[in-house]
């Protein structure tokens, strides 16, 4: 009877251990990298397992094609067909991903896309600014007269949204969308991908009630969707590489 008791007290932890492929945890307030693309897709087609040479030696492979349904960042589109190269390692993606799993993709540099999260069936599980932003993207935007050229959405009050446009430096001359939730806000501008995202891109995050600029991204021109050679040295994006500063009083 007590090795039952403990099988089924330790059956959580013993299944959230055999379920692999989740995103990795970053503390707070850190300054991120903004990847090449994030979207969501379904896997259409599973290949077979394969090695792949890499600069770590040979590593166990998984191909797989998957649609995008929805594009958190980047220049891809619902209905864009994509082929993935995910790693097969203890905490990947490769060997549990299925054909009609619903997944998210991301690319650092456009290169190789690999799917590093399986979602839940009928909901979305916002890990990251990226999937939690795209969420306030589709809601019902309005607008304030004391902030010209911009539109609001998600949850933001207009004296936080004045404040992170006033940080994030936008050109005024463009049209300017600031949107929140949760713990994040991003205030965008200027039109890059074909008009699927936007040129410019400032997120913050709410630490200790305080709102710390996390990313600075700013898309190339031409967009990388567009000039493939050219992608890496092309593209622009920065982060802070010391502390975060905090905003002044």
């Known amino acids: 009877m007590r090795s039952w008791i403990l099988l089924l007290t330790g059956f959580p932890l013993i299944a959230s251990a055999a379920i692999p492929c989740m995103p990795a945890t970053r503390a707070p307030g850190t300054p991120i990298g903004a990847p090449h693309a994030v979207f969501e897709a379904y896997v259409v087609e599973v290949h077979v397992s394969q090695d792949s040479p890499s600069t770590f030696g040979v590593l166990r492979t998984r191909r797989a094609l998957v649609e995008v349904v929805r594009s958190h960042h980047g220049p891809y589109s619902p209905g864009q067909q994509v082929e993935t190269l995910t790693v097969e ?38 890990h990251g600014p990226f999937a939690a932003l795209a969420l306030a993207a589709d809601e019902r935007r309005h607008s304030l007269p004391s902030l010209k050229n911009a539109s609001l959405s998600g949850e933001i009050d207009g004296g936080l949204a004045a404040q992170l446009h006033a940080r994030a430096r936008p050109d005024r001359r463009e049209h300017c969308d600031i949107s929140g939730v949760g713990n994040y806000a ?64």
Do not use: M
């Not at 993709?105 to 590093?116: K, L, M, R």
């Open 186 to 249: 991003q205030v965008s501008w200027g039109k890059a991908f074909g008009g699927n995202d936007a040129r410019n891109k400032v997120i913050f995050e709410r630490v200790d009630r305080e709102w710390v600029e996390i990313l600075r991204y700013e898309a190339p021109t031409p967009t990388p969707a567009r000039s493939r050679s050219r992608r890496g040295k092309l593209r622009t994006l920065w982060a802070h590489a010391s502390a975060v500063t905090r905003p002044a009083a």
């Open 89 to 126: 390692g203890a905490n990947g993606c490769g060997r549990v991903v299925d054909s009609g799993s619903h997944v998210l993709v991301a690319s650092q540099s456009g290169g190789a896309f690999e799917i590093i999260e399986i979602l839940s069936e009928g909901r979305i599980d916002p």
